[in-house]
């Protein structure tokens, strides 16, 4: 997989944002992706996962009822729905993919391609 992440921004608190994560090659589908974050200071951690088929899903604490992971393998895409942002969702915003059952897949280390990241910024 060849990953590429956009759609971030600034936005103030309470507002929206969809993320998006592009892959340029053939096997989008094979892979359970994920988001991840990492704020200034703070080491990455996972935010979403969601399996092959998109039918299954995994979500952090802090992001639980607000965030919602999906994906698109028809278009290679996938998606992060953010709603009802927090200043301190602020990070940078990283997909990648794994190989491991999204029911487990929430370790830096259980994905093996990264996308490049892209900037969240929530104003209070």
């Known amino acids: 997989v060849q990953l590429q992440a956009s759609g971030g921004g600034l936005v103030q608190a309470g507002g929206s944002l969809r993320l998006s994560c592009a892959d340029s090659?053939?096997?989008?589908?094979?892979?359970?992706m994920g988001w991840f974050r990492q704020a200034p200071g703070k080491e990455r951690e996972f935010v979403a996962a969601v399996s092959w088929s998109g039918s299954r899903t995994s979500y952090a604490d802090p992001v639980k009822g607000r965030f919602t992971v999906s994906r698109d393998n028809a278009k290679n895409t996938l998606y992060l729905q953010m709603n009802g942002l927090k200043a301190e969702d602020t990070a940078v915003y990283y997909c990648?993919?794994?190989?491991?059952?999204?029911?487990?897949?929430?370790?830096?280390?259980?994905?093996?391609?990264w996308g490049q990241g892209t900037q969240v910024t929530v104003s209070s």
């Open positions: 090659g053939r096997t989008f589908s094979r892979y359970v």
């Open positions: 990648a993919a794994s190989v491991k059952d999204s029911a487990i897949a929430r370790l830096v280390s259980d994905f093996i391609s």
